[in-house]
């Protein structure tokens, strides 16, 4: 009886096992396309620069699309390369508007790929489909007015 009993949790055990490795494989990340040969960038030419900084978009409307292995190559319009660049993402394409919410990329969520005097390129290594927004700037820190 008790070699039944047993077998029986053993195998209620597995059973319970096996479908909570099913669940986990079913919501882990998904494997996308990265390579560089079947996405190449795609140009942005939008945004706005003001003080030595550019901006892709508004926080609260009009983000990039930015799925798993997309490539953007951002054309800044900075006229020399940036000193600095960080990148947002969210996961509404209107960012902060309606409740939303951003956060600075982390990881391989966004990869420099180049950077020059004309545009920066990012890459999504992560698979996760999100919105971006990138920001970059000429000095490490604005010159505060009146100095010269």
Same mark, same amino acid.
Request: net charge negative; aromatic share 6%; hydrophobic share 30%.
């Given at each position: ?6 077998? !029986?949790?053993? +195998?209620?055990?597995?059973? @319970? /096992? ?9 919501? #882990? ?29 508004r926080w609260d409307k009009d983000l990039i699309n930015f799925p798993g292995g997309m490539q953007v190559?951002?054309?800044?319009? !900075?006229?020399? +390369?940036?000193?600095?660049? @960080? /990148? ?9 508007? #309606? ?22 390129t990012v890459r999504n290594s992560s698979c996760a489909d999100y919105y971006l927004l990138v920001t ?13």
């Open positions: 009886m008790i070699t039944s009993r047993r077998s !029986l949790l053993l +195998a209620g055990a597995c059973a @319970t /096992a096996a479908t909570a490795c099913d669940i986990v494989t079913s919501v #882990g990340p998904q494997t996308c396309d990265r390579s560089e040969e079947n996405n190449p960038p795609v140009a942005y030419r939008g945004g706005t620069v003001e003080g030595g900084i550019y901006q892709s978009s190559r951002f054309e800044h319009g !900075l006229g020399s +390369a940036p000193r600095s660049w @960080t /990148a947002y993402l969210s996961f509404e394409p209107n960012g902060t508007n #309606g409740g939303g919410s951003m956060a600075p990329a982390s990881g391989n969520q966004v990869e420099l790929v180049d950077m020059d005097d004309q545009a920066l970059a700037q000429l000095n490490a820190s604005p010159t505060p007015a009146g100095d010269g």
